[in-house]
């Protein structure tokens, strides 16, 4: 009986195998082992314990036996005692407090894994009267020599706040000191400090806006993830909307210039974070950046595809066409999800346009044999039938072919669906046929949907609607609930229009339902009979509520809700508020003032020339002195002999050598280790008529070995315009020439003429045909096709043409910056060769306008000679009509045009005069070819 007893004790375990172990005598050896005066002893066994540890295992019964060596002498075994405290000093508080004078001591050990363990220790341990101690030990660590040591300080401030909340003014002192740290490894660490304690002291931020933006690229990458969030917050709250019709604010710039890059990082935590702050933050027109960066995420695991394809619904809802160019990549696939197939689908929908709904409708008739994509893709029909009108009777034909499938599933979804595209107008012979179909269809939904689009239309069917209802009526205590409301509604309607033909029917049915199990029905009939039957309410009230036109139900969205809440968060994904979900703030009307945002250790800054108006009294005082100051110098100089001035020179230009060589090894090592994007200058832009450029403030000198040159090679490489220094513009209009590609002859009756409607299109050229018929008899099916290996978006074919009729389409390609001639197919029904015609699209109109500043003008100019340059003679200066009807261009000053090729987006500037033509693009051949078809042009005319 002892045996079982003792069995049954927690301090008996059966372990792997079925034998049974004592833990008395369990952790036996290692008590000895720590006991033991060898330190190589005591490292193996305290790797053993957190490999226990590890795997989940209570080794709190060491406690006493690892806390004797938290003051030992190995560095190894010290890191491998605090790794332990840090898991069970919350539990074992009365042991730990026993060691906080030797975690103090180790506070000032000279290696800094020591003192930042005994750190993480120290805030581990949840008593409230040792926070004082605490809050001392963080004071020395945000201002130790180690970025470690502060890192690990900056951890352990929201351990302590959370601890006594009193102490909140002096962490967040030791926070903003911390966010003016300028190691990466600090910089994360300090923001997530900041965002835990104060997110809401938006006035500590002012003064590092400009540092953490720069920052970014630096930080680990869960650093990113809060510092992003938290500088979207920042935008929002302080900066003004980038699309109120103004210039976007240079430090929303300088954010969007710092956070395009990470969109290429391996952890797609740091993708969906940058991804939001554009959907929330930058204009509009830079939104369609992140499209790439979100499909290389659906790559993933099926976690990630979920959440990424829920983000990419919601920004289809506002931003539809940014995903044309990736529309393959949302084609469902076998090993995809369900949910991730029902996403895949509904982002589809919403992509689709009359320029792709062929292609969409194809692959959404594969889906409909699949199984478990047959509802999803059929509702998906459904939805592009309403969205594009053009397709709406091809997909109502298709649906009408599904209701004989013997699917039950997909007779039940084609019903559905279309009594959502028949609510307004429903042809009599599509009636007719679903009502000889009712026989057939056992789901209750379908039946439903089928008897109220009778009642719905019951004055157009009155001949057929009341065998229908008679139909319901022999079985109808076998329905289901919802087919039983429907029938009494097409009852009520049947006596409303044909009182004396159906009255009898109509009161069989009622009488049915005044018995009916459900009480629903009961009460439905009770309702209606008083309606009917009552004929003072008939008359007044009856035929105004059944009768009554209805408006077709709108095709609304899920995701549209979602749009209330930040993308990329989990409030975003599962549609409701969760706990902890703070709103974003609105756009203020105006941005605070710049002045705040200016780094008090920089050297020099960059300002705006508003900036320098407001200061102006300031800039004086500084001049003033400045100039006192060199006068002191010279003064002192002249006293000198010219022997120091010699000797002082040769020092001040060794010590300028030895600071260029420093500055460049530092360069250096940052490239190294994370590459930078290069600075652009600040071009000029013009607010109200008046230039707004960025100029440098002076600062005075505060040495009289200072020069004011010096500040200059002291100019931050602060990139504030890349976002904006491409501005892609509207085509400009123009005269379109029309070609001729198959004339009547060799058409066989069929003329096809081209020309270029010039769209912006992404990469995309659009080329739109123009076919007319001049035979005497109707053309069917008339296909274009394009040659293989390029990339098409459109529909090509035509499926009637009328004699003496004309019609277009429109394909919109890649051509990948090339001219080369390529052969296209003209077919018609019956013809599988079909007539061949070749021809080239001219590098013009391949071209993107774009707008360039000045300054980015020159400085590409200059970037672009030896063979990027062309320099070609004229006999007179072309105008801007005659250029743009060869080149898709923007003038931007006189006689400067500038532009960009859609596929590798090559920048070209083109310059005329009355004796010349000068093209500079990165494309050689590109610019070569622009220039000598302007050339032709003049020559011609």
Not at 308 to 335: G, H, Q, W, Y
Not at 692 to 712: E, F, H, I, V
Not at 819 to 826: F, N, P
Not at 827 to 839: A, C, H, I, N, Q
Request: net charge negative.
């Amino acid at each position: 009986m002892s045996f079982v007893e003792g069995l049954a004790s927690p301090e008996m375990e059966i372990a792997e195998g079925g034998v049974i172990l004592d833990n008395r005598t369990r952790f036996a050896d290692l008590k000895a082992m720590l006991d033991s005066n060898k330190d190589n002893l005591k490292v193996d066994a305290m790797k053993r314990i957190i490999n226990l540890i590890a795997k989940g295992k209570d080794v709190s019964e060491l406690f006493p036996a690892v806390v004797k060596n938290v003051a030992a002498k190995n560095v190894e075994l010290k890191k491998l005692v605090f790794v332990y405290l840090v898991r069970y000093a919350e539990e074992q508080q009365d042991l730990a407090l026993l060691s906080i004078s030797t975690f103090q001591r180790a506070l000032k050990d000279p290696n800094q894994l020591i003192r930042g363990s005994a750190l993480r220790v120290l805030t581990s341990i949840r008593v409230g009267m040792v926070a004082p101690i605490m809050l001392l030990a963080i004071k020395d660590a945000v201002r130790d020599m180690s970025p470690y040591v502060r890192k690990v300080a900056a951890h352990a401030i929201p351990k302590l706040h959370s601890l006594d909340p009193d102490l909140e003014t002096e962490l967040i002192d030791c926070i903003d000191f911390l966010l003016a740290d300028r190691r990466s490894l600090v910089l994360g660490s300090a923001v997530y400090a900041f965002d835990e304690i104060c997110p809401s002291r938006v006035d500590l931020l002012h003064k590092h806006f400009r540092a953490l933006c720069r920052g970014l690229a630096d930080v680990d990458e869960w650093g990113q993830v809060v510092m992003i969030n938290l500088l979207t917050r920042y935008a929002r709250s302080e900066l003004s909307d980038p699309d109120n019709g103004r210039l976007p604010d240079p430090d929303l710039v300088l954010l969007l210039n710092s956070a395009r890059p990470l969109l290429q990082s391996r952890n797609c935590s740091v993708v969906m974070a940058v991804t939001q702050l554009f959907y929330h933050a930058a204009p509009k027109a830079q939104l369609a950046q992140v499209a790439r960066a979100l499909v290389r995420l659906l790559r993933g695991p099926r976690e990630v595809q979920y959440v990424v394809l829920v983000n990419i619904a919601t920004i289809c809802e506002r931003n539809p066409t940014m995903f044309d160019p990736f529309l393959k990549s949302f084609f469902v696939r076998s090993c995809d999800s369900s949910l991730v197939k029902e996403l895949k689908l509904h982002v589809l929908t919403s992509l689709v346009s009359e320029s792709n709904v062929h292609v969409i409708l194809r692959e959404l008739q594969t889906y409909v044999a699949m199984g478990d994509l047959a509802a999803p893709a059929i509702e998906a029909i459904g939805r592009c039938a309403v969205r594009v009108g053009a397709v709406s009777d091809q997909c109502m034909s298709g649906l009408v072919q599904l209701i004989s499938s013997a699917n039950e599933k997909v007779v039940c979804s084609a019903v559905v669906v279309l009594k959502r595209l028949l609510h307004a107008e429903a042809p009599v012979q599509l009636l007719a046929r679903l009502m000889r179909l009712m026989s057939k269809m056992e789901a209750a939904q379908a039946r439903a949907c089928v008897i109220w689009l009778v009642a719905t239309h019951v004055e157009s069917v009155i001949d057929m609607a009341p065998d229908l209802l008679r139909q319901i009526a022999k079985n109808f205590s076998n329905e289901h609930e919802m087919v039983k409301v429907e029938a009494l509604k097409l009852a009520v309607k049947l006596w409303m229009v044909r009182r004396d033909e159906c009255e009898k029917i109509v009161q069989y049915v009622l009488q049915l339902a005044r018995f009916d199990l459900s009480y629903d029905v009961r009460d439905r009939c009770r309702f209606l009979r008083n309606l009917l039957f009552n004929t003072h309410i008939l008359s007044q009230h009856a035929e105004d509520v059944f009768m009554a036109k209805k408006p077709a139900p709108a095709l609304m969205s899920s995701f549209k809700e979602r749009d209330q809440f930040q993308l990329g968060s989990l409030s975003h994904v599962l549609n409701q508020r969760c706990s902890h979900y703070k709103d974003l703030p609105p756009f203020s009307e105006t941005s605070t003032d710049p002045a705040l945002r200016r780094e008090a250790n920089a050297p020099v800054e960059l300002k705006l020339e508003s900036e320098e108006e407001e200061d102006e009294d300031e800039e004086d005082e500084d001049e003033e002195e400045y100039e006192e100051e060199e006068e002191e110098e010279e003064e002192e100089d002249d006293e000198k002999g010219n022997d120091d001035d010699e000797e002082e020179e040769d020092s001040d230009e060794e010590d300028e050598e030895e600071d260029e060589e420093d500055e460049e090894d530092e360069e250096e090592s940052e490239e190294e280790i994370v590459p930078k994007p290069k600075a652009v200058k600040q071009p000029v832009k013009q607010i109200n008529g008046k230039a707004n450029n960025l100029s440098l403030k002076k600062t005075p000198a505060t040495t009289s070995s200072k020069k004011p040159s010096d500040t200059l090679d002291l100019l931050l490489d602060v990139d504030f315009s890349a976002a904006g220094s491409r501005q892609i513009m509207e085509p400009q209009p123009f005269s379109a020439k029309v070609n001729e590609l198959l004339n009547v002859v060799e058409g066989n009756g069929i003329s096809v003429k081209m020309s270029f409607p010039r769209k912006n299109d992404a990469q995309y050229t659009p080329i739109q045909f123009s076919l007319h018929n001049s035979t005497e008899e109707e053309v069917t099916d008339l296909e274009i096709s394009c040659p293989e290996g390029l990339d098409v978006k459109g529909y090509g074919k035509i499926e009637s043409l009328a004699a003496g009729n004309s019609a277009s389409v429109t394909l919109s390609i890649d051509l990948g910056d090339s001219s080369r001639s390529r052969e296209w197919v003209l077919r018609r029904s019956g013809d599988e060769t079909g007539k061949s015609f070749r021809f080239e699209v001219p590098y013009g109109e391949q071209m993107q306008p774009i707008k360039l500043t000045s300054d980015m003008v020159d400085k590409e100019r200059a970037r672009l000679a030896g063979l990027n340059r062309h320099v070609l003679e004229l006999t007179t200066e072309p105008t801007a009509d005659q250029v743009y009807s060869i080149v898709n261009a923007f003038a931007i000053a006189p006689g400067v045009y500038t532009c960009q090729t859609r596929s590798r987006k090559d920048v070209a500037i083109l310059k005329t005069s009355t004796s010349n033509i000068e093209a500079c693009c990165d494309n050689s051949v590109v610019g070569r070819m622009l220039a000598y078809a302007i050339q032709q042009s003049l020559k011609s005319t």
